[in-house]
């Protein structure tokens, strides 16, 4: 029988300071609750505005799997691997951080602001070399269907961590309805509503509720609301 774990929006860690407001879905920074540290290898589900021309200066990263996904605005990043990029609303960016890495993150707009995901998998290696990936997707390509955006494989669409992990995100109109499957048993998904109303197994979550499910082969996944959206995680649930 599947289980279930629901975060309400409202219930996520959060801190605003001037610059940076941010949302925590698990434990980070000055947000710690001990029964919101993880959900399997899923570490980190951070929800940022960065005020125009404003970010993260140079910071370390090590034996983690750090995704990047930009929703509005466009995002500067360096890093000590020499990459220099701007990340948009379509990208997806990944940093298998390894061994170690520095990097910085900064709004390259100075007129308006920026908003982001970024999420953190604990990797399934560890000390491997750092490595870089940031790829554009057809945002048209979700709509009213599951577009993977990261998997395990190398060959397969989107960017690929070393993890046994798939994401997906769809867009939907109202009462699209579909089935999800888990793809490796052990697995399980994590759900965040980006916008809109979706009904998951029967379970109504509003715009950025979040809905772990584990013990299951499948979710049912029905928009509520017209272009509802939806970012599905599915980890290994051991660590």
């Given at each position: 029988?599947?289980?279930?774990?629901?975060?309400?929006?409202?219930?996520?860690?959060?801190?605003?300071?001037?610059?940076?407001d941010?949302?925590?879905t698990?434990?980070?920074?000055?947000?710690?609750?001990?029964?919101?540290?993880?959900?399997?290898?899923?570490?980190?589900?951070?929800?940022?505005?960065?005020?125009?021309?404003?970010?993260?200066?140079?910071?370390?990263?090590d034996?983690?799997?750090?995704?990047?996904?930009?929703?509005?605005g466009?995002?500067?990043?360096r890093?000590?691997?020499?990459?220099?990029?701007?990340?948009?609303?379509g990208?997806?960016?990944?940093?298998?951080?390894?061994?170690?890495?520095?990097?910085?993150?900064?709004?390259?707009n100075?007129?308006?602001?920026?908003k982001?995901?970024?999420?953190?998998?604990?990797?399934?290696?560890?000390?491997?070399?750092?490595?870089y990936?940031?790829?554009?997707?057809?945002?048209?390509?979700?709509?009213?269907?599951?577009?993977?955006?990261?998997?395990?494989?190398?060959?397969?669409?989107?960017?690929?961590?070393?993890?046994?992990?798939?994401f997906?995100?769809?867009?939907?109109?109202?009462?699209?309805?579909?089935?999800?499957?888990?793809?490796?048993?052990?697995?399980?998904v994590?759900?965040?509503?980006v916008?809109?109303?979706?009904?998951?197994?029967?379970?109504?979550?509003?715009?950025?509720?979040?809905l772990?499910?584990?013990?299951?082969?499948?979710?049912?996944i029905?928009?509520?609301?017209?272009?509802?959206?939806i970012?599905?995680?599915?980890?290994?649930?051991?660590?």
């Open positions: 029988m599947a289980n279930y774990i629901l975060h309400k929006a409202n219930s996520r860690g959060h801190a605003n300071h001037g610059w940076l941010t949302y925590h698990f434990s980070f920074a000055g947000y710690y609750d001990p029964e919101r540290i993880h959900f399997g290898a899923l570490r980190v589900i951070n929800d940022d505005y960065i005020a125009p021309g404003m970010g993260f200066g140079t910071h370390p990263h034996n983690m799997e750090i995704i990047t996904i930009p929703l509005e466009d995002l500067e990043h890093d000590s691997m020499g990459n220099t990029s701007v990340i948009y609303h990208d997806v960016q990944v940093m298998s951080a390894g061994t170690g890495i520095q990097h910085s993150e900064y709004n390259a100075r007129s308006e602001g920026l982001l995901f970024q999420i953190w998998v604990f990797p399934n290696k560890k000390n491997v070399i750092p490595r990936q940031q790829i554009s997707l057809n945002v048209a390509d979700r709509r009213n269907k599951l577009q993977q955006i990261l998997s395990p494989n190398t060959e397969d669409e989107g960017v690929w961590i070393h993890q046994n992990a798939w997906h995100l769809g867009e939907f109109d109202k009462d699209f309805a579909l089935e999800y499957q888990i793809k490796a048993k052990g697995n399980g994590y759900a965040l509503v916008k809109g109303t979706i009904e998951i197994d029967g379970k109504v979550l509003e715009r950025r509720d979040g772990g499910i584990y013990d299951t082969a499948q979710i049912s029905k928009a509520l609301s017209q272009d509802a959206e970012l599905l995680m599915e980890v290994p649930m051991k660590l």
